[in-house]
Each structure stands twice: as C-alpha cells, then as structure tokens.
C-alpha cells in the first residue's frame, strides 16, 4: 500500500503563472488536508475535502486559491497569479475516517516563486 | 473556529536533559495526535490521545491528555541527537484537524 504520493517534489513558477500540486491519498482514504508550512514554521490548515466535496475552506486564501479532490484521480491544489509570498513547502494529508485515525502526510510539495 | 495553541516555540537542550512540549486547545476536543517532523522531512504521526486524563509511553516519551480534554503535553526523557526534530499536536474535533505551531527541539551532544 503506497504512502500519500504528493508531485511535484519541487515547483519552481514565475510570479503571475499558476501552480498545481497534486496529492494522491493512500488507498482507501476518503478525507485530505492540505497545510501551508512557511520556513521554520508549523503547519497552517488550508482545506479539508472528501470525495468531491470540500468540508471546510477556511483556512484558505480566498482569492487565487483552490482546491478539489474529483470522484477519480488526486487531489489538486491550484495556486494561480503565484507571488513570492506563496514559496512554501505544501503538504497534503489522508485518513480512512474523520476524526479518530491517524493522518499520514505526504512528502510535501517546496513551491519555490522567483 | 478552534485554535490549538502551543509552547515553547524552540527548545534547546544539552544531550541527557529532559524536555516538555505543552499544547492547548481552545475548545474541547475529541481526540489530540502527537507528530515529529524531522528537518527537511514530512510530520509522521506518533501517537493519539483519546480519554480525559490519559497518559500513555512510548520508550521515553510520555504523552498526557488533560482532564478537561483541552490541553496536552510531550515529555522526552534523557533527550537523545535523534529527538532532533519539531513536535506538532493536532486537535481533532468534528472532522476538524489543526495543528499547533510546533515545538522545535535541537539536542547539543
């Protein structure tokens, strides 16, 4: 059973074009959190989503941001118009159930704005 | 919303010493996760809390839930160059998982 399978490792956009991280969760995994984690900083809740719906958004931005997780295939995390403020490193989270499992993360996505 | 507070930001200490993380929820919460990130890496859960004033082991880690299921706390013992790492707890209530700041832990050999 693979891990949380996160692409790209490495994203490096020009300021004005649009980013798109992806996130597979583990087999059997219906619940995804995507997090922000600035450099030398904890994690900020973005979003939390199950299949085709999004549970709970407020921790995203509300402009520029968005994010899905479609009936079939990952999970997308679209950053479009990215600014220098956005270069963080992404990190998406799955569990099998709500609130009483564990949550295992992917590796991350280090968005890198220039 | 709920706000999972925690403390200290950073921590250094002397290889040997002991060392504490607190966490503190603004709501009361169902259950709280423990997780360890190493630098560069990603947070790897470590354990879940889950009854009013639960304490459980893990080698030389010993996790507390609070009576009041608000707040919590990460005891290492005779801290080791491997605890190099950052601690996050995570407050989970009504599908909702927030995360503490973390607390960044450096161990001098």
């Known amino acids: 059973n693979a891990g949380v399978m996160q692409n790209p490792r490495h994203l490096v956009r020009r300021r004005g074009q649009e980013a798109r991280l992806r996130c597979s969760p583990m087999?059997?995994?219906?619940?995804v959190y995507w997090y922000r984690q600035l450099p030398e900083e904890g994690l900020k809740f973005m979003v939390y989503l199950q299949k085709e719906n999004i549970i709970d958004e407020s921790g995203m931005p509300k402009e520029r941001f968005s994010a899905e997780f479609p009936k079939e295939g990952p999970s997308i995390l679209r950053i479009q118009q990215v600014v220098r403020g956005d270069s963080a490193a992404y990190f998406c989270?799955?569990?099998?159930?709500?609130?009483?499992?564990?949550?295992?993360f992917g590796q991350g996505t280090r968005l890198t704005v220039v | 919303g709920q706000q999972v507070m925690q403390i200290p930001q950073y921590q250094h200490v002397q290889e040997g010493e002991d060392f504490t993380t607190y966490c503190n929820s603004s709501?009361?919460?169902?259950?709280i996760q423990w997780y360890k990130q190493r630098p560069g890496g990603h947070p790897v859960f470590l354990i879940q809390?889950?009854?009013?004033?639960e304490v459980k082991k893990q080698k030389r880690l010993t996790f507390q839930f609070g009576e009041a299921k608000k707040n919590s706390s990460l005891h290492i013992t005779a801290t080791q160059t491997t605890d190099v790492g950052t601690y996050f707890c995570a407050g989970r209530n009504n599908n909702d998982m927030r995360f503490g700041a973390g607390t960044r832990l450096t161990v001098k050999p």
């Open positions: 087999k059997g995994h219906s619940h």
């Open positions: 709501t009361t919460l169902s259950n």
């Open positions: 989270a799955s569990s099998p159930t709500a609130i009483w499992a564990e949550a295992f």
């Open positions: 809390l889950v009854k009013s004033g």
